[in-house]
């Protein structure tokens, strides 16, 4: 074990340059799978007619892939219909539907949690079903949806190290190449990409549960 040759300045740069990666492209696949699963999850609720039959579909069947083969797909798959993503693109991509399948489960079942008899209220006292869903049911239904939300994105950001499969710079990737140089640096540098993945997933941990304690 090199503590001092793994943990050398060009090495360090060179792997956070890869955790700076994983940080963004976690990030806009946050952003945006919770936009897309948000909005999927709404529709699927409101049970509107084929359209919500059409939207179950497609989420089962993204929530039943795995996500290498999802990240295949977008890269190597994608090129052939005429739609060519660079690596960052194409992780992004990847990683967006897919989350965005599971959240938009998990606000499905979140709205579907609400007692029917709020929403009868709300219907009784002139809202339309609209209204209803907007001013009743999201509030109420977010709040629940706090932790299995936070779960999925915590789970995102790990899931970003299987973009090494198509040669993302990212945390794991820039640490295999430093680990190939000396196999003598694995250990430090493992053990350094293990404190950067918890302590990010920690911070999300904690901001989750003082949301939901501030909800409550």
């Given at each position: 074990?090199?503590?001092?040759?793994?943990?050398?300045?060009?090495?360090?740069?060179?792997?956070?340059?890869?955790?700076?990666?994983?940080?963004?492209?976690?990030?806009?696949?946050?952003?945006?799978?919770?936009?897309?699963?948000?909005?999927?999850?709404?529709?699927?609720?409101?049970?509107?007619?084929?359209?919500?039959?059409?939207?179950?579909?497609?989420?089962?069947?993204?929530?039943?892939?795995?996500l290498l083969l999802i990240l295949f797909f977008t890269y190597f798959a994608m090129p052939d219909v005429g739609i060519k993503l660079g690596v960052m693109s194409s992780a992004i991509v990847g990683l967006a539907v897919f989350e965005a399948a599971m959240i938009s489960e998990i606000v499905r079942s979140g709205l579907s949690s609400i007692p029917i008899g709020q929403i009868e209220a709300a219907r009784s006292s002139g809202l339309t079903y609209a209204q209803t869903v907007w001013h009743i049911v999201l509030p109420q239904g977010l709040r629940r949806m706090v932790p299995p939300i936070v779960s999925q994105f915590i789970s995102l950001l790990k899931d970003t190290s299987l973009a090494i499969v198509i040669s993302l710079p990212e945390l794991m990737h820039n640490s295999?190449?430093?680990?190939?140089?000396?196999?003598?640096?694995t250990l430090p540098i493992l053990a350094l990409v293990a404190v950067l993945y918890f302590a990010v997933n920690y911070a999300l941990s904690l901001a989750a549960k003082r949301l939901e304690n501030k909800w409550v």
């Open positions: 074990m090199d503590i001092t040759g793994a943990f050398s300045y060009h090495n360090l740069i060179f792997v956070m340059k890869g955790f700076g990666i994983t940080l963004w492209v976690a990030f806009v696949a946050i952003v945006l799978s919770f936009v897309l699963g948000s909005i999927t999850g709404t529709l699927r609720y409101m049970r509107i007619p084929v359209l919500s039959r059409i939207l179950g579909v497609l989420v089962e069947l993204i929530r039943n892939l795995p295999k190449i430093v680990i190939a140089q000396n196999f003598d640096y």
